[in-house]
């Protein structure tokens, strides 16, 4: 009895608390039901929140474009906020610096330094999503951020166009907005403001820095739209482009080129000539098949006297004259901007002669020579090597270099020396001159090239070498590989101040082959001369004067080769289309 009585008490107390039990679950599920429910409501609301606002800053931008750039004097937009969140209008927020600097001078010029400005929405959340300076950018509270339209920066074929919006205004913006035109200023071309102000550029670099709180996103879009050299600073949230000045023509296209307005081409000599060849058929050059592509072409004059043979067309920016009765002319077109006096008929048969409009332009290397031996100073394999006490001049007692690295401050030799490319390119930054001097001569072995970089601080001083860069004297720079007069493995570059010249002593000639590569742009001062010696492979400086008997063999190879790496030019800028344009944003 009492143990069937303890099991049915036991029993009646279960039932009421298996029923609690079930009440607390109940309650507890449904409170997390609740929670969670209101959680995704939040979220997805504070998502709408996000596109809506997207919207509404799109289309903030595209109505402040029209009245930033004149299309429209006065636009309405609506920009509707939640009960958590608001849209303010913040004139210092960020700002963009444009600079210009001079490569030759080093002089640096602001072009504009302005405050951008925002109209920046403040969500429930972290995220902040914001239009400034003609795009539209989200943060995401982490630290990144995401560009959602793009800025009014343009770049495209080595033009930056760039008409800045700026927002002026403050305060809350309550349900809609108004637009209104403060000003444009024109920065660039503004040769009012500064006589350097002008298109197209030279010698320079564009920097662009950006401050803003969207500043990774603003380097994504430089990163994409352009080939500069974007840099990101995140102490200061910042980022910079660098935008150069393109470096020179990419490939060398005639026996002999001019670049400067003022230069010219002279044949002023007996004997002085000019034909073609290719080192690209697998032997070198042979007078019985040299061809008439030995082309001249200048932006200035070309000018022939003497008993010269020209085997080649020619290209003048500005006059020809052929003042010889004992030339010779066995090209098929003379091209010229300005005036052709044939004086004795040298233009003949099959020959013919047009005027032309324009000549194109080609800007210097300065920027890139500077470059390539102040990055050699910092960093080269010269321990060890005839380069290692700063000169190469052939007295160590081995006088081969191999593949790699170097720097030193001038080339001048006393003996003869080897530049052994078997293990790759033989690349050398010479911060004053190179001369070779009386049988004194550069042999290069192996397939691959030599690189010779003169920065040109100071010229060689004393003898027939006094003021100049590159100098040689009944010496020479030869081939031995599989092709002899290779001129596409030898490159010798310098700024638009380089004065080089080949001469002979007795009846010994210097005979280089390779490629002189300094363009002088519109108003350089590069000078290459020739007297009674042999250039086989090109020469692009300012002026070229080819004395009697000086030759030039052009390696027509040469027109499949860049002149400089692929990433030299690519960075590049050669005109400016800079503005502000200034907004007042209110709130209605």
Aim: charged share 20%; aromatic share 8%; glycine share 10%.
């Amino acid at each position: 009895m009492d143990s069937t009585g303890w099991r049915l008490g036991s029993r009646g107390q279960s039932a009421p608390l298996g029923l609690a039990l079930v009440f607390a679950v109940m309650i507890i599920s449904t409170t997390a039901v609740v929670a969670l429910g209101a959680d995704a409501i939040t979220s997805t609301q504070t998502q709408l929140d996000a596109e809506r606002t997207e919207k509404s800053l799109t289309e903030l931008n595209s109505k402040t474009a029209l009245v930033a750039l004149g299309q429209t004097d006065v636009q309405q937009v609506s920009l509707p906020a939640s009960s958590s969140s608001t849209y303010r209008i913040d004139e210092d927020a960020g700002w963009m610096n444009v600079s210009y600097r001079n490569t030759t001078s080093e002089n640096r010029t602001t072009v504009f330094n302005e405050s951008m400005g925002e109209v920046a929405y403040h969500g429930s959340d972290e995220t902040r999503l914001a239009y400034q300076g003609g795009g539209v950018w989200r943060s995401n509270g982490d630290g990144t951020s995401v560009m959602v339209s793009p800025p009014e920066f343009h770049y495209r074929d080595a033009t930056l166009t760039l008409p800045l919006v700026t927002v002026s205004g403050s305060g809350a913006i309550k349900d809609s907005a108004s637009i209104s035109h403060n000003r444009t200023t024109s920065h660039f071309p503004n040769s009012t403001r500064n006589a350097n102000f002008t298109n197209p550029l030279e010698n320079g670099k564009v920097n662009v820095t950006v401050q803003s709180d969207y500043y990774r996103a603003w380097g994504g879009y430089f990163e994409e739209r352009t080939d500069g050299d974007v840099t990101y600073h995140p102490d200061s949230n910042r980022v910079s482009i660098i935008l150069k000045v393109p470096a020179g023509p990419r490939t060398v296209r005639n026996a002999v080129a001019a670049t400067s307005d003022s230069g010219s081409i002279k044949l002023s000599g007996n004997d002085a000539f000019t034909n073609s060849y290719t080192s690209a058929d697998g032997d070198g050059y042979d007078a019985s098949e040299a061809g008439d592509g030995g082309n001249l072409t200048t932006a200035g004059d070309v000018i022939v006297t003497g008993s010269a043979e020209l085997n080649g067309n020619i290209t003048s920016g500005g006059r020809v004259e052929f003042s010889s009765n004992s030339m010779t002319f066995n090209g098929d077109r003379v091209e010229w901007a300005d005036a052709f006096d044939d004086k004795h008929g040298a233009c003949t048969g099959s020959c013919s002669d047009e005027q032309i409009s324009s000549f194109g332009e080609t800007t210097n290397i300065n920027s890139h020579v500077d470059t390539q031996v102040d990055d050699l100073s910092s960093s080269n394999d010269n321990a060890g090597t005839i380069a290692d006490d700063g000169v190469i001049d052939g007295t160590e007692g081995t006088t081969t270099l191999s593949a790699g690295r170097y720097h030193v401050n001038k080339i001048d030799l006393s003996n003869d020396v080897e530049f052994d490319t078997t293990g790759g390119n033989v690349i050398i930054g010479v911060e004053n001159y190179v001369s070779l001097n009386t049988g004194n001569d550069i042999t290069v072995s192996g397939p691959n090239q030599v690189k010779i970089y003169i920065k040109g601080g100071s010229p060689a001083s004393g003898g027939s070498a006094d003021g100049y860069h590159f100098f040689t004297r009944a010496s020479e720079i030869r081939t031995t590989g599989a092709v002899s007069e290779r001129s596409t493995q030898v490159w010798i570059y310098g700024k638009d101040n380089l004065q080089a010249r080949m001469e002979k002593k007795g009846s010994d000639k210097s005979r280089v082959t390779g490629v002189i590569y300094a363009p002088g742009g519109e108003s350089g001062t590069s000078r290459f001369e020739i007297w009674k010696s042999d250039l086989y492979g090109g020469a692009v400086t300012s002026q070229v004067e080819l004395q009697k008997g000086g030759r030039v063999h052009f390696d027509q190879a040469l027109r499949q080769e860049r002149t400089l790496p692929r990433d030299t030019s690519v960075v590049a800028i050669t005109y400016l289309h800079i503005s502000t344009n200034d907004v007042n944003i209110t709130s209605n």
